[in-house]
């Protein structure tokens, strides 16, 4: 069966509803709907665990090692997980309407072991640039699935659920860069890379065997009419909860919200990309001046509030709006930028660099509801797909390596940090702009 939409599904359901009610011959069973959704929250939320902590910890707590073995320009390493994002995500969310979610984790799996496999035995930094590049595209497969099929479990809650998703996905580095210095000093390089191998296999299955769209879970009669009742309740919906009416993706490309959107993602995707390796960079140069500094410390800080944002801001955002939201959280990273230069104290440099990663983690959640009150849920991977070109093609470019380039001429992380500062700024101001429209 393809997967369902809210229209079609509300279409359907609603007369299939009504005649149940008519005739009474259909009994609903919320509360077994519900048990197949939380699982499928939590199954969600498992998934892009290894995915968040491989793109947003691994590399910054691995720049110095990989340093001193290899030569080459490690500001590529980000950028290529970037580009493969803005590649495969479009892909990914074609092709989950195909597999479902479940088998697009198994496929997100298997590329993530032989990324990690690549890593573990890299010879030149080359390996290391196809280890980034095959590491995003993995993440592809976890992360747009698992935004799509909890809010399709949770039309009414999709700020929330999404949060939680994104919760996971954040935090997850800010819990594993810590623990990456500690297996590394344990086990050395090789032990780190194959506990980290094993302990992905083992999550990710446990993620695949809960998780799926509603429409290919095995619900009964009575659970399934029960999530057909939530969606015509939702179609039927005045209120700012309910999703958008359907918009085909060439239709929403016509859209100015659309491209709003897809600004604000090139200037802040681009700012808070950047800072997981500028964190451990900018650490380690005030370390070397004789600052008390620790570097794991900044991009730890920077994880933590990139992680606790994305739940939140998601729950905030049902509340009070996604636009007012991230450009309040956007002008705040434009602070925590432009406030870092003049900055030594580590309390005060965790705070500035939070900051930065509350705003990065604001714009994960706030984007995958926005999109859906923009464009509704049917296209939903779709349309992600392509606002996450802006992220792969831009955000990576302008921000990661034009960093790394900027610093190597003029050695100043001042120049740095004011340029993505203003970014940060521009992104405040897009993002009010992609309004949805109001309902009648």
């Not at 509603?214 to 209120?239: G, I, Y």
């Not at 918009?247 to 859209?255: D, M």
């Not at 706030?366 to 859906?372: K, Q, S």
């Amino acid at each position: 069966m393809p997967t369902s939409t809210l229209s079609q599904s509300a279409s359907a359901s609603g007369g299939s509803a009504r005649g149940a009610s008519a005739g009474s011959a259909t009994r609903v069973d919320m509360a077994g709907r519900d048990r197949y959704a939380r699982r499928a929250v939590i199954g969600a939320a498992l998934s892009t665990f290894w995915s968040g902590a491989l793109i947003f910890g691994f590399p910054g707590v691995m720049k110095p090692i990989w340093g001193q073995k290899f030569e080459g320009e490690l500001g590529w390493i980000m950028t290529l997980v970037i580009f493969s994002l803005g590649i495969f995500t479009f892909f990914a969310g074609k092709w989950h309407m195909k597999l479902g979610t479940r088998r697009s984790y198994l496929v997100g799996t298997a590329i993530l072991i032989v990324c990690m496999l690549l890593v573990t035995y890299a010879q030149n930094i080359w390996m290391l640039y196809v280890f980034a590049f095959l590491n995003g595209t993995a993440s592809c497969f976890v992360y747009s699935p698992s935004l799509t099929t909890v809010q399709n479990w949770y039309p009414h809650r999709r700020g929330l659920v999404t949060g939680i998703v994104n919760l996971v996905f954040g935090l997850s580095a800010a819990v594993m860069s810590p623990l990456f210095k500690v297996m590394y000093d344990a086990w050395g390089y090789v032990g780190m890379c194959w506990v980290t191998i094993v302990l992905i296999v083992i999550t990710n299955l446990i993620a695949a065997a809960i998780t799926e769209m509603p429409e290919r879970s095995t619900l009964t009669p009575e659970q399934r009419r029960a999530h057909e009742e939530l969606l015509d309740k939702m179609a039927s919906s005045n209120s700012g909860a309910a999703p958008a009416a359907d918009v085909e993706p060439k239709v929403a490309l016509r859209t100015r919200s659309f491209w709003f959107i897809w600004l604000a993602w090139c200037f802040m995707g681009a700012a808070g990309i950047s800072m997981v390796t500028l964190s451990t960079g900018y650490g380690e140069f005030l370390a070397d001046g004789g600052y008390a500094v620790a570097a794991v410390g900044l991009l730890t800080a920077f994880n933590l509030t990139n992680g606790f944002s994305r739940i939140v801001a998601g729950a905030l955002s049902d509340v009070m709006g996604r636009n007012v939201l991230g450009a309040i959280s956007f002008v705040l990273a434009a602070v925590g930028y432009f406030a870092l230069p003049f900055a030594t104290n580590f309390v005060v440099l965790c705070i500035l660099c939070a900051l930065v990663g509350f705003a990065f983690g604001t714009l994960f959640a706030i984007t995958a509801p926005l999109g859906t009150d923009l464009f509704g849920l049917k296209y939903f991977g779709l349309i992600f797909g392509y606002i996450f070109t802006a992220y792969g093609f831009v955000g990576g470019l302008v921000g990661p390596l034009l960093s790394s380039y900027v610093l190597n001429i003029t050695r100043s992380y001042t120049v740095v940090f004011t340029y993505l500062g203003v970014f940060c700024v521009l992104a405040a101001i897009f993002i009010m702009l992609a309004k949805p429209k109001k309902r009648p």
